[in-house]
Structure formats: C-alpha cells, structure tokens
C-alpha cells in the first residue's frame, strides 16, 4: 500500500507502553502511528513515542475531576485535529464512556491480556491461576460500551505451567500481546480502506 494511504492511529496509554513499542518498531505498511495520548503524567510509553519522534500528549484525567465527558472531549478534539482515523488502546486504564466509544465506533480497538469473554476487567492472570486454568493468553477486540466485550480481531493463547505466578505469566502473555497486536493493527487499518 503506498505510503499515502496509511491510517493515521493515535495510540492511547497510561503506563510503561511496551504494546505501543511493538507497534512501533512493527512493520508500518498500513498504519502510521501519527499521535500517543497519556492520561497519566509521566508515562514511560510518553519517552518510548518521543524517541520514536511521534507526537506526544498527555491529557490528565485528573484535571477533569469526575466529568469523563469533558476529559474525552478532550482527547476527542485532539485526534479529529490531528486527523486521525484509528484509536488504539494500549495500556490505558480509563473505562471510556459511551460518548467516546459511539464516536469512534468500529475504529476503536483494545488488547486485553486474558482470552476474552473470559476474565474482563483486572487481575486477569492471578483469576487465571485461581480458577486452575491450563490456557491463558490475550485479545485483541473492538471497543464497545460494555467494558472488555466487542468483536475480536485476534486471540493468542499460551499453556499455563506448573510453578507460575501471576507475575511469571503476566510476562510470558505480554511477550504475546507484542506479537499479537501489530497484526490485528493492520487488519482494522486494511479493513478500512
Ligand atoms: C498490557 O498487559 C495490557 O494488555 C493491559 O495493560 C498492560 C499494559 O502494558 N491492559 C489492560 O489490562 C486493559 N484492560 P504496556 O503499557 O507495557 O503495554
């Protein structure tokens, strides 16, 4: 695909970004990585997209007090600036109201580290371990209202081993995640031409 046509993605975090670097440093025939958004000030993944030289904001939560709105009407004014075409949430760690996922309904994309509809929400590995799972792995799905729900544009799945705490798991799926999110990346960007 030339150059031309690649879909402008804003990729939103809140943490150390290592999903956002495996973007990155992924292939970008299909998508260029035009804007990061990190709702938590001092967000490694902010050096991460600055070495990169991709444009970076953070746009506090906090300074929004308890309007979510006013705080994705925020974020929503600084991507349609920055035409952008794709979100991508890597890490971030804000339910997004219906307002926000209406706005960008079918272009709004997350990865969630359990094997989906299995374990929305937090601590997925150590509900993994406690339910005495023997797979676990990651999603990557379409953002809809209810959290962690919406089509899945891949899964990848890993066996659980004997010893493994959630900290050991945590690291073997977010080596997953890393193989796992470019491609689906590109799959939302090819399905939008
Ligand atoms: C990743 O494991 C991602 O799947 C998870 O946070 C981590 C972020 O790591 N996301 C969620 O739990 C969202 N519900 P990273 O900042 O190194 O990419």
């Known amino acids: 695909m ?3 046509t690649r879909r402008r993605v804003a ?3 809140s943490g150390r970004g290592s999903n956002l670097r495996a973007l990155l440093e992924a292939k970008q025939d299909d998508y260029e990585i035009a804007l990061v958004i990190s709702n938590r000030p001092g967000a490694g993944g902010i050096e991460i997209a600055r070495a990169a030289g991709v444009e970076t904001l953070t746009i506090d939560h906090k300074s929004y007090g308890k309007n979510r709105e006013a705080f994705e009407r925020a974020m929503d004014a600084a991507l349609r600036e920055r035409n952008i075409e794709i979100v991508a949430l890597a890490g971030f760690m804000r339910v997004l109201t219906p307002y926000f996922v209406r706005a960008w309904e ?3 994309i997350n990865i969630h580290p359990s094997l ?3 374990y929305p929400g937090v601590d997925t590995h ?3 371990l406690a339910a ?7 999603t990557v799905h379409l953002v ?6 919406g089509e899945f544009l891949g899964q990848a ?5 004997p010893g493994d705490t959630p900290e050991t798991l945590a690291a073997r799926v977010l080596e997953l995640e890393h193989s796992l999110y470019p491609p689906c990346l590109v799959r939302l960007a090819f399905s939008l031409r």
């Open 126 to 128: 150590a509900r993994a």
């Open 132 to 138: 005495g799972d023997v797979m676990h792995g990651c």
């Open 106 to 108: 079918g272009k709004l």
């Open 144 to 149: 809809v209202e209810e959290v962690d729900a």
């Open 2 to 4: 030339p150059i031309a």
């Open 116 to 118: 989906l509809p299995k």
């Open 11 to 13: 990729v939103l975090i």
């Open 157 to 161: 799945r890993l066996a659980i081993l």
